[in-house]
C-alpha cells in the first residue's frame, strides 16, 4: 500500500480521517491477521511529510536551517521540519489543534490562572505540545524525542 498523504485527520469539524490513519488501520489490521514474513511497516509506504523524501525534494542542496516548515499538524508538519533539520512554525488556531488549544484555553481559566490572553494561548499550546509528546509511541516521530516547534502563530494568512 502507498499513502501519498501521510496527514491522519483533516481540520475540519469532527477531524475526519486521511490517508495516513488508514494506513495506520492497515497496518493493524496486517499485525493482527496474518503471519506474515514480513514486518507491517515494510508493506505500507508513505510518501509527504513527515518522512524525510519530501523534504530532500523540496529542500535540495539548500542548507535546511535556512528553511521554515509553516504547518498546523505537530505529527506531520512541525516533526517532518524538526526531521528534516528546519525551523518550524505551528499555525495552532486555523488547523487540527484549534479545539485542543480552545479546550486547553478554556481549562486555564476555569483553574484561576491569569486571564491576559498572550499568557493563555502561550499555556495552552505549551499543554497541547506536552499532550501531544506524550503520546510518542504511538505517533509519527516515535524514537526522534521531544517535539517543539521554533515558532507558534494563532493564525496564518497570505
Known amino acids: 500500500m502507498i499513502v501519498c498523504n501521510p496527514d491522519k485527520v483533516r481540520p475540519d469539524k469532527g477531524l475526519p480521517p486521511m490517508p495516513g490513519a488508514i494506513g495506520d488501520t492497515y497496518e493493524s489490521f496486517l499485525d493482527h491477521n496474518f503471519d506474515s514474513k514480513k514486518d507491517s511497516k515494510d508493506l505500507v509506504k508513505r510518501i509527504g511529510k513527515p518522512f524525510l523524501e519530501v523534504y530532500a525534494l523540496a ?8 528553511a521554515v516548515m509553516v504547518g498546523d499538524a505537530l505529527e506531520t508538519d512541525i516533526t517532518g521540519g524538526e526531521l528534516a533539520g528546519c525551523k518550524t512554525c505551528w499555525i495552532v488556531k486555523d488547523g487540527i489543534h484549534s479545539e485542543a488549544i480552545e479546550v486547553a484555553n478554556d481549562n486555564q481559566k476555569n483553574n484561576g490562572i491569569n486571564t491576559d490572553s498572550l499568557l493563555l494561548f502561550e499555556k495552552s499550546c505549551l499543554k497541547v505540545l506536552e499532550e501531544f509528546n506524550e503520546q510518542k509511541k504511538v505517533r509519527y516521530h516515535l524514537g526522534h524525542g521531544v517535539i517543539k516547534p521554533s515558532y507558534i502563530l494563532p493564525h496564518f494568512q497570505w
Open 59 to 66: 529542500i535540495g542542496d539548500t542548507d535546511p536551517t535556512n
